[in-house]
């Protein structure tokens, strides 16, 4: 017999003969004709052997009505005799809810955890400064230490690989630098100050700041990522067990090969910016790109280029360290490391953006 | 019609480049059996499940579940026809158990939240966990309960077949035992059919009525007596290696114990 689609109830005798399926997708159109069924003159008993399926949310509903209008079910099939215990026997008391505290309360107690985690980031940050500083002192007298290969491996991930990214980048801010000085210059008839403004602000900030931030974008999280997992398959547990320190195989190689590339990439962000100003100048205001060198050459002092380039080692090391930070503050479970990759990402601009501030304003205080 | 096939696997081929994993797979699975699947490791134990499923696309052959061509069905008819345990749960990490459970009722029916409450609460009772385990989110169980949280949501609708993908592994002897105790049940009682990858051989006896070993590429499957007298060379090792014999002892002594 094919089983009929549907549900379907039959009165004609004193009893409720069900027929078709009682199933999770039936049950709702069900449990509506059954009640009813059953709000007229009540019927002795519900029979259920003309079902062709019923499931655990079928007898479930069953029950609920037995219990309720005190009714008995007939059947005469094993199976379901063995559905109606497994159901019976489901202890289904859910535990009351626990109240919820009122907002100000959640609120203030949110403050709270936030400083004492403002308070124990700040202490962990200093204590891996502190422990950076000692393990490069010890790396530099006993050169075993240091890792070489180690370094030279980073020194490709996070220098050789990101030229092309950090070179079109630099060109590109040029053009948009160059685009929007010329707009606000032309009207007073100085357009030939645009030279001016890409060459400073290239080498004093834009070369380094977006070359660092777009390393904190690859790299820092990088460095988060990679630790991270390898503490989720407790890597770093077996390095300690094995004897070898963590912070010397994972943290110093990352933080030395970063201080490394990170300048470098700068320079490189700083001659694609002054290119790119270069092109734009030739464009807008007609210039030639040997004159354009000899503008810049006289706008553009030594100190300009070296104010951009001495930042560049400092961010590399927040970046560096962030990153490792939140690579070793990764516990357990996997969704841990998306978690910490994404707050190593927002610290280390963060604080890159904070710094420079920092150093702009020291710069104008000693009047360079 | 009790005793119909509800999964026929014909001629299925898997490889990874050039690794040929099977070679003509074919075998059926009997409505409300239950099959365990035995090979060695990197045998294709997985992967075999993953292709009946249609989580992977088999080179070649076919995978029918009731009647139906894996690739004809459409999510939700899969959804309805069976549940899948995955060997590391796979809960979802952000959802309370419940959630979890309710997820694909809240997907493929129309019953209000409360009703969705109580059929989630149902299945975690079903699965023999206590009723506070909906609140807690996964990272908060025990391996134990993971697997078992897993279950309930496999059988959040009912569905005919169940694939279990090493249920047993991770769990300590007693846990497994119990483990195994509640699939026969779930198999007495909701009549579903059940196919198991398994690496435990204590399950294998305690529970399976018929093993699917995977040995050279292909697929042996036979009642378990009759396996035990099977004359291949890792079949014979493998059923007669010092702990497949004290699986096959127990269980023997068991069954007479109860006859």
């Known amino acids: 017999m094919v089983a009929a689609p549907g549900f379907t109830i039959d009165t004609a005798s004193g009893n409720l003969r069900l027929r078709g399926t009682l199933d999770i997708y039936h049950v709702q159109q069900a449990k509506q004709q059954l009640e009813q069924a059953l709000a007229g003159n009540a019927p002795a008993a519900i029979d259920i052997s003309g079902l062709s399926r019923l499931d655990t949310v079928g007898a479930l509903l069953l029950r609920q009505l037995e219990e309720k ?41 949110g403050l709270g955890k936030q400083t004492v985690a403002f308070y124990q980031s700040a202490i962990e940050f200093t204590a891996f400064l502190g422990q950076a500083c000692v393990t490069f002192s010890r790396s530099v007298l006993s050169p075993k230490h240091l890792r070489f290969t180690d370094i030279m491996h980073h020194i490709g991930e996070t220098g050789i690989d990101a030229i092309p990214i950090i070179t079109t ?3 590109m801010i040029a053009v948009v630098l160059a685009y929007q000085g010329v707009a606000q210059l032309r009207p007073l008839g100085a357009e030939n100050l645009t030279v001016n403004l890409v060459a400073i602000s290239v080498l004093r900030e834009m070369g ?33 067990v ?51 060198m000899e503008r810049v050459r006289v706008v553009a002092h030594g100190d300009d280029f070296l104010v951009g380039m001495i930042k560049a080692p400092v961010f590399a090391f927040l970046i560096a360290t962030v990153g490792c930070i939140h690579g070793m503050r990764v516990s357990g479970s996997a969704e841990s490391v998306g978690r910490e990759t994404t707050a190593s990402v927002v610290n280390a601009i963060f604080l890159v953006l904070g710094t420079d501030a920092l150093f702009s304003v020291l710069f104008e205080k000693m009047g360079i | 019609m009790k005793k119909d096939i509800i999964v026929s696997i014909e001629g299925l081929v898997n ?17 409300g059996e239950i099959i365990g699947i035995v090979g060695g490791s990197g045998s294709g134990k997985s992967v075999l499940l993953k292709s009946i499923v249609g989580l992977r696309k088999p080179d070649a052959g076919e995978v029918t579940i009731e009647g139906k061509a894996i690739g004809d069905i459409t999510p939700a008819e899969s959804a309805a026809l069976f549940g899948v ?18 997820l694909p009722l809240r997907e493929h029916t129309d019953l209000p939240e409360k009703e969705q409450r109580m059929i989630a609460q149902l299945k975690i009772a079903m699965v023999g966990l206590p009723p506070e385990t909906g609140a807690k989110y996964p990272a908060e169980l025990s391996g134990g309960m993971v697997k078992r949280a897993s279950l309930a949501r496999a059988l959040a609708l009912d569905p005919d077949i169940l694939f279990l993908d090493e ?60 396996l035990l007298k099977n004359k291949q060379p890792w079949i014979q090792e493998y059923f007669h290696g010092p702990r497949g014999r004290a699986a096959a002892m127990a269980s023997k002594e068991k069954s007479h114990g109860n006859g």
Request: proline share 5%; hydrophobic share 50%; charged share 20%.
């Open chain 1, 69 to 109: 209008h005190r009714i008995k079910i007939a059947h005469s099939k094993p199976e379901y005799a063995e559905l109606f215990k497994l159901v019976a026997k489901a202890d289904m008391t859910l535990p009351k809810p626990k109240k919820p505290k009122p907002a100000w309360k959640k609120w203030l107690m």
């Open chain 1, 169 to 171: 980048m630099a060109f």
């Open chain 1, 208 to 240: 380094v700041l977006l070359t660092a931030i777009m390393v904190a974008g690859r790299s820092g999280s990088a460095f988060t990522a990679q630790i991270g997992v390898m503490k989720v398959r407790e890597e770093v547990d077996a390095l300690q």
């Open chain 1, 242 to 292: 094995i004897g070898i320190k963590p912070f010397e195989v994972l943290v110093m190689p990352r933080l030395i090969a970063l201080i490394i590339t990170l300048p470098l990439l700068t320079f490189m962000a700083d001659i694609m910016g002054l290119f790119g100003g270069g092109i734009m100048s030739m464009h807008l205001i007609d210039i030639p790109f040997s004159s354009y």
């Open chain 2, 15 to 31: 490889r990874f480049g050039k690794q040929i994993v099977h070679d003509g797979v074919s075998f059926t699975v009997k409505r």
């Open chain 2, 85 to 102: 345990l995955f060997q590391q749960g796979a809960l979802f990490s952000s959802m309370t158990v419940a959630n979890n459970i309710m």
């Open chain 2, 167 to 226: 249920p047993t592994s991770g769990l300590d002897p007693m846990a497994a035992s119990a483990f195994d105790q509640l699939v026969k049940e779930l198999n007495q009682s909701l009549g579903a059919t059940i196919v198991m990858v398994t690496h435990d051989l204590d399950s294998l006896f305690g529970v399976c009525d018929r093993a699917a070993i995977i040995v050279d590429k292909k697929i042996v499957i036979d009642t378990l007596p009759k």
